[in-house]
């Protein structure tokens, strides 16, 4: 699939600024289902990641909660209606979290072409197959 982050999935997500979508195709009589997401790295505190996701039925990503140290937490003030809250959208990321690169066949994580650390426009193909320009891929260890 095109833009698909095939490898270091979690360095991907956490290059301080991860856009991407979670696809999951269809099986059987089930419609496949995708989320777009938005992680951030603070600028305060390097272990924190500020997580964005469309409200249920909202287009635009809000913000949900964030990961520190690897576990999800709830945003204690949410600035949109509370019972919006894509609890389904938080649970997939906190799989996709657990999961990394071992994710079955029929997800997939994609990226819009752009680095998750710096946000350049990714040009070679190991760049594209990891979602990071070469020299972000340096940068960026594993969280
Ligand atoms: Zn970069």
Redesign the pocket.
Known sequence: MENEVHERVKDFLFGGNACFTLLQEGTGCKESVSVRYRIVQSKDNKNMYFVYTNPIGEKELKYHGYIFKGSFKKAKNLKFNPALYNEKAVIALQWLLVKGDNLPRIVHVLHDGK?S??G?KLKDVESLRCG??P??RKKVGRV
Request: glycine fraction near 12%.
């Open positions: 680095c650390r710096c350049r990071l320009g020299e972000c």
